[in-house]
């Protein structure tokens, strides 16, 4: 009569034990996914910043090449920003503010690094057809509409990947030189846009549309 009941309780314990399992491996999983994406930031990071000595110890060398090496460190880039949105994310039960926190801040010196390098390529080389844009949003204030606006810029991006690099950046982050644009630029509505084109500076602040963005490309 008590074989079926140990039969249960087995079950029962074999069920919580597999759980807890998931939940061990599905967090040590994470932990290295997490290693991963530092040691990749850490390659990126050493790319950059030779990258940027070499810019400002001598003149950049205007190919093609240069272009290629820029389009290739902003892939790598886009690679930690894409694994960023999910470790950030509802869905990541193992969220840690503090690995997320740093991660962002690494993300965001890329990405503003990367921009230098190529505004410096673009006046130094005189390239006429090449856009850059700087997108500041703060989701504590412009959640949807940020949402949105981010929508519209990926795709304009994609429609225009030859000659345009977009940059995004979370104007509540306390980094120095997003502190710099937020005063600099009064940036007190979002999304805030500025645009880089031919040596001239544009800025848009709250929403813009696809065919808005479009005008500036082509200015």
Known sequence: MDKPKNIITISVIISVLSFFLGIILGY????????????????????????????????????????????????????????????????????????????????????????????????????????????????????????MQGNILTYLYVQNKDNLYIYSFDSSYPNYFISYYNLNYNITIWPFIIIYKRNETYTIRGFASLDELKSYLTK
């Open 28 to 147: 040590l999983l994470y932990q290295y996914s997490f290693q991963q994406s530092v040691l990749k930031i850490n390659e990126i990071n050493s790319l950059v910043i030779s990258a940027q000595y070499l810019a400002n110890s001598q003149s950049l060398e205007c190919s093609d090449n240069y272009l290629s090496f820029l389009e290739y460190l902003k892939s790598r880039i886009a690679q930690v920003g894409q694994e960023l949105t999910y470790l950030e994310s509802k869905e990541n039960i193992y969220y840690n503010e503090g690995e997320v926190k740093y991660l962002k801040s690494q993300y965001f010196n890329m990405q503003y690094l990367h921009f230098l390098l190529t505004k410096k390529y673009i006046e130094d080389c005189n390239i006429t057809n090449f856009t850059l844009i700087l997108y500041f949003y703060n989701n504590q204030y412009c959640s949807d509409e940020c949402a």
